[in-house]
């Protein structure tokens, strides 16, 4: 079978789903990034209740990409590289369980691959603190209302955008080059 036609999805929450879109839709293999929500239980929420903490959702984009290009574990190691997997219910700025450190795997294969990496990581001392990510199965994603999408390229003087995403996303570039898209 040809691989182009085999598509996976990773559906990852590290605080605000800006941050994750803008730094994943640059890598080569990945199709498409969409913000939403995941994790909670209240079916389709609003951005406004999923802020209130009380629906149990994280912020977190589902990643569609291309394995022969870009495998999960790169996926992932570029996930662990662009935010703190130490900080319980904060990234930053961001706090509350919405901005969770968290890992919804789509196969046992993905699970598998999640807790090596976290092993290895806890194991490294690359972190002072032990990593807290928390990771579970897919369940339902609710995407986010349109105005979310994409939103760090359709609004980059936004103040958040350029304090927080912008540098972000600018230390990614420069750590990770060759995985970018032309």
């Not at 984009?61 to 219910?89: K, M, W």
């Not at 194991?123 to 990510?133: D, E, K, Q």
Request: with cysteine; glycine share 8%; proline share 7%.
């Amino acid at each position: 079978m040809d691989s182009s036609l085999k598509k996976e999805r990773a559906t990852l929450a590290g605080g605000c789903f800006w941050c994750l879109e803008a730094v994943f839709e640059q890598l080569k293999g990945v199709e498409r990034v969409e913000s939403g929500y995941i994790g909670g239980h209240l079916p389709n929420p609003s951005y406004q209740q999923v802020c209130s903490g009380t629906t149990g959702h994280a912020e977190a984009v589902e990643v569609s990409f291309d394995p022969g290009i870009i495998s999960y574990r790169e996926l992932l190691e570029v996930f662990f590289a662009i935010h703190d997997p130490t900080t319980q219910n904060r990234q930053g700025p961001d706090v509350g369980t919405q901005y969770r450190s968290a890992i919804f795997y789509h196969s046992p294969d993905q699970e598998t691959v999640a807790r090596e990496i976290m092993a290895r990581l806890s194991a490294s001392g690359s972190w002072m603190r032990p990593v807290v990510t928390e990771v579970a199965p897919f369940t339902a994603f609710y995407p986010a209302e349109e105005y979310h999408r994409e939103y760090y390229r359709r609004n980059p003087g936004n103040s958040y955008c350029q304090a927080v995403i912008a540098p972000k996303v600018s230390k990614f570039r420069k750590e990770h080059l060759p995985r970018l898209k032309a």
